[in-house]
């Protein structure tokens, strides 16, 4: 019998929200979906000792889910300062603006159009409201303006969609890079070996207890797959619609356009690097 102590990552048993770490808790939003998996999950962060948090991603334009974390913030004694974003996709950002009225707080995020009320955010930054600290960690590939968060007290990291918690991340041509993304995937492996990061807190599904199992995971998972890809290539599967069929034969037909999509993105990769 498989438990989640066999999977990538060791995800975390149970229902998903509440405290995940010392300065992280998880509201999750009602928007679940075949790519969002059990929905959103807007992370809470702040000190133990202070008055202040950061909130990351309040995920969709919904009242009900915008005014829960206030409360939940509320709850533990927390005023909300500040208000950030992992990358533009609306799971993710699509209720900040209405947030950030609620909390009287700025917007920041990497990409300009996203901002609301103040700077945004460069690689590099370091955060530091209400005595918190959070490094912004670059994290292009599913999106280019994707961003990661390194916690280094609780040695976590927030993945937004770069790493879930559960199954693997799309990236999705045009949007997606599949070589910047293999990049961020290196990059946050090597802070679990140079910060010793061990916890992930995804943008969706469970907590994972063993960052760098679930990297691990995922670089080999992509090796794999474009080795596949480029096998198909050479067996005459020319088309990205033939390479799914081939490839994609065990996944579920609904989740053949995006797995399209994702294909599209592997030609690139092995055509760029002179593979096909």
Not at 25 to 49: K, R, Y
Not at 78 to 91: I, M, N, Q, S, Y
Not at 104 to 119: C, K, Q
Not at 171 to 199: C, F, I, K, N
């Amino acid at each position: 019998m498989t438990t989640t102590a066999d999977l990538p990552g060791r995800p975390r048993d149970g229902a998903i929200g509440g405290a995940a770490t010392a300065r992280a808790t998880c509201v999750l939003a009602p928007n679940p979906s075949a790519m969002t998996l059990d929905g959103t999950n807007t992370w809470i962060l702040a000190e133990p000792d202070s008055e202040l948090a950061v909130v990351v991603d309040p995920g969709p334009l919904d009242e009900a889910h915008l005014a829960a974390v206030v409360r939940a913030a509320e709850a533990a004694g927390k005023r909300v300062a500040l208000t950030l974003l992992t990358h533009g996709h609306p799971d993710h950002s699509e209720g900040a603006a209405r947030f950030a009225e609620l909390t009287g707080t700025h917007v920041r995020a990497l990409d300009p159009a996203l901002r609301l009320g103040g700077e945004g955010l460069g690689v590099g930054d370091v955060i530091t409201t209400g005595g918190l600290e959070l490094h912004v960690v670059p994290a292009p590939g599913h999106t280019a303006d994707s961003l990661v968060f390194h916690l280094p007290a609780d040695r976590a990291v927030l993945t937004g969609d770069t790493v879930l918690g559960r199954g693997t991340t799309v990236v999705a041509h045009p949007e997606g890079r599949l070589g910047d993304y293999l990049d961020s995937l290196r990059r946050l492996r090597q802070l679990t070996v140079d910060e010793g990061v061990q916890t992930v807190l995804p943008g969706h599904g469970p907590v994972l207890d063993d960052a760098r199992g679930v990297i691990d995971y995922y670089l080999v998972h992509r090796a794999k797959r474009l080795a596949q890809v480029e096998t198909a290539v050479e067996s005459g599967h020319r088309t990205p619609e033939e390479v799914v069929a081939h490839v994609y034969a065990d996944v579920d037909r609904s989740l053949w356009p995006a797995a399209e999509l994702s294909v599209r993105a592997q030609l690139e990769y092995l055509g760029e690097h002179g593979l096909i």
